[in-house]
């Protein structure tokens, strides 16, 4: 690729107009990287901190490039949230830059024209477009002998450290071993560690160039507090979020905990909302919001993260710890970047150890997984989508995909999808996938711990943290700001209590029987009409939480018996929830395992709401033989005719249906399809407990 004049002047000028100072000055090393990447002297990784001014070098080149009549640069990027922020700064200084996206379908046509058409400056996608066959036949075959500069942003997700985060990156990997040697290559990261520097020259070229800064942040001032309780840590929000001056962004590792952290912040009269991947809509509405203050926090998994750029954020809390230091450092990074004082603190809670090992599990199939998946596709010239899968293997739909997931990126690959259906290859899968499979698993082990042991620190927090990225911790100065206390109000835990006591949980009815096959013995197939389908119900809790869950769990398997306060509990649900029309009787669905269990605790709240107790359903299935299927299709299939019900005691009129459990609802949609269908009027399932929990690794 030819050379290209460096044009100091242009720069600057693009410096100024795109951070809106108009005497902004070049950070060390900016003005290097931009000429080195615009000048063509070979590929280059930036390492520098958060907030350093990555998304400058990029932008700054790109536009010096297309000035020159050079061609669009591709960036691959993440995160939506990231790329929604990119987008923004770039058109501040001129680059036309857009994206292609699962958020932005209707756009897609007219997206891909003005690509044609040679009018956009930067292409932002995330590493899955490459896996998409759409998008390489539309976009990247129309510029792929065009495109002036790849931009990798996040490098370190091609590192191992980020295969369990975004898994395409390996498509990445293997696309870069293509490019022509002179393509301008330009690769950005803040959390990389020698270890990561070293796998990145490995995969970007032994040539590749390296720009990377001190990591100290001034302005963080940072602290840990051991509260092992939910109740004392949504306290300790309560008490000290509106103390602290400015807007944050509190970080929690699931789902459940973000919708959770942020409704009881909202009962306490804060401005708060919840994010995280598994939204729809509203993401964009809702950075948009933190960015122009209107909340003083965003509760979110890690979908609020790398790239999330708003310079004055004036804190970063963690309801739990992360599983790596590094991960620590990048997210709490977020926090003081344009701010003399900023805090980050790490709240650490007795279940984090229980989620972060769920992420190490299952970062990678097991070798029975494995051969289960390739053994079903093996049985089919036609291939198998992954509701046949379900159907074929017990496995659950989060481990099919992952399963196929991973194969799929190997090189080469023992399995490829055409159209919907996955299919074997003529490729076996190399010992090298199960040797990279336990090397990251013992390394994850081990930041793990690292991460515990930066959580048991009293001081000396940010000097721990560039040590885990092998920084140099010289220029660390002491921190600006006094710690926040690490006591809670006594009443506070009080009211953190009973919140966590009334967070039931809404149970949506199923819509469809499970699929392919449905249920043969029964003669169910297709959607579930809504004439048999159960109403929306409700569970007092989630299984082994703080609130119920603990108690619930206790009552099943210690106590073998259900308290009278569970009874108390639901009372207070149902006179909140107040179904209409009211129930007129109560029901239950028995356990082979604990016959008596579920119907006694039933009858005592039935009498407790004066109405009839009937036992009317029977279940010849074994809970165990069910409880070893992994997922719900199988599960389904153990149920099929394993259910029956005597016409002659089923009343007329609405009936509570109670389970202490409930986490496919296949029994609840079974049960409710034999009460309505002998003469029951609206099912409400009620059950003590809700199983499992939703994490969010990606968005």
């Known amino acids: 690729m030819d050379s290209l004049k460096y044009n100091d002047l242009r720069a600057i000028e693009l410096l100024r107009i795109g951070s809106g100072y108009p005497n902004a000055s070049f950070r060390d090393g900016q003005n290097e990287a931009i000429r080195h990447v615009v000048e063509g002297y070979g590929r280059l990784l930036v390492v520098q901190k958060t907030g350093w001014g990555k998304s400058f070098v990029y932008f700054i080149a790109t536009k010096l490039l297309r000035e020159a009549r050079h061609g669009p640069a591709l960036l691959i990027s993440p995160l939506l949230a990231l790329m929604r922020n990119q987008i923004v700064a770039a058109e501040r200084m001129g680059v036309t830059a857009v994206t292609i996206n699962s958020d932005n379908r209707e756009d897609w046509e007219a997206v891909e024209g003005a690509i044609e058409r040679d009018e956009v400056d930067i292409i932002l996608i995330s590493p899955e477009r490459l896996g998409n066959q759409q998008f390489r036949e539309n976009v990247l075959k129309t510029i792929d002998d065009r495109v002036s500069l790849l931009v990798v942003d996040e490098a370190h997700c091609i590192s191992d450290w980020g295969h369990d985060f975004r898994p395409h990156y390996r498509l990445l990997e293997q696309m870069i071993k293509t490019l022509p040697d002179g393509l ?386 639901c009372m207070s649900m149902l006179e909140e929830w107040d179904p209409q029309p009211a129930p007129g009787w109560v029901t239950s669905i028995a356990s082979d395992r604990y016959p008596d269990l579920v119907p006694s605790f039933a009858k005592r709240l039935a009498k407790e709401l004066d109405l009839p107790y009937v036992s009317t359903l029977a279940c010849s299935q074994s809970s165990g033989e069910r409880s070893a299927m992994a997922n719900s299709v199988q599960r389904a299939r153990t149920l099929d005719e394993s259910m029956s019900i005597e016409p002659s005691s089923v009343l007329e009129g609405p009936v509570l249906l109670v389970d202490d459990l409930v986490d496919t609802r296949w029994t609840m949609s079974i049960a409710s399809w034999l009460l309505r269908s002998n003469g029951s009027g609206p099912v409400y399932p009620l059950a003590l407990a809700y199983m499992g929990w939703r994490t969010d690794q990606s968005n």
């Open 184 to 569: 301008r290559l330009l690769a950005t990261t803040a959390t990389a560690n020698n270890r990561v520097v070293e796998d990145l020259h490995t995969v970007l070229g032994p040539n590749l160039g390296l720009s990377r800064g001190e990591l100290s942040r001034p302005s963080l001032t940072l602290q840990t507090i051991k509260l092992g309780g939910q109740a004392e840590r949504l306290a300790w929000l309560a008490e000290y979020v509106p103390q602290i001056e400015g807007n944050g962004i509190i970080y929690t590792l699931t789902v459940r905990d973000a919708e959770m952290v942020a409704r009881w912040l909202k009962s306490r009269g804060i401005e708060v909302e919840s994010y995280s991947g598994d939204m729809t809509e509203g993401r964009a509405e809702l950075e948009q919001a933190l960015l122009d203050n209107q909340l003083k926090t965003l509760v979110s998994t890690t979908a609020l993260g790398m790239g999330f750029d708003k310079p004055d954020l004036a804190f970063v809390i963690h309801y739990q710890a992360p599983g790596s230091a590094v991960a620590y450092y990048q997210q709490v990074g977020r926090a003081g970047r344009a701010l003399e004082s900023a805090r980050g603190v790490l709240l650490s809670g007795s279940e984090e150890t229980d989620i972060t090992n769920y992420f190490i599990d299952s970062a990678f199939p097991t070798r029975a997984e494995v051969e289960s998946v390739l053994m079903a596709l093996s049985s089919s010239d036609e291939g198998l989508s992954v509701p046949q899968l379900l159907g074929s293997v017990n496995l659950s739909m989060g481990r099919i995909v992952k399963t196929t997931e991973l194969l799929s990126l190997e090189s080469p690959a023992p399995i490829y999808k055409e159209r919907t259906k996955w299919k074997l290859s003529t490729d076996d899968l190399s010992e090298g996938f199960w040797e990279r499979a336990a090397r990251l698993t013992d390394l994850r082990r081990v930041e793990q711990q690292q991460m515990q042991d930066y959580v048991s620190l009293t001081s000396h927090h940010m000097e721990f943290l560039i040590e885990a990225l092998d920084g140099d911790v010289t220029a660390v100065r002491s921190p600006n700001l006094d710690p926040l206390p690490a006591g809670v109000d006594s009443n506070l835990v009080l009211e953190a209590v009973r919140f966590l006591q009334r967070s039931n949980i809404v149970i949506e009815p199923r819509r469809r029987w499970p699929q392919p096959g449905g249920l043969p013995k029964y003669h169910l197939n297709g959607n579930i009409r809504p004439d048999v389908r159960p109403e929306i119900g409700r569970a007092l809790s989630i299984w082994g939480d703080s609130g119920w869950g603990a108690r619930v769990r206790n009552g099943k398997y210690q106590e073998r018996f259900f308290a009278e306060d569970l009874i108390h509990a």
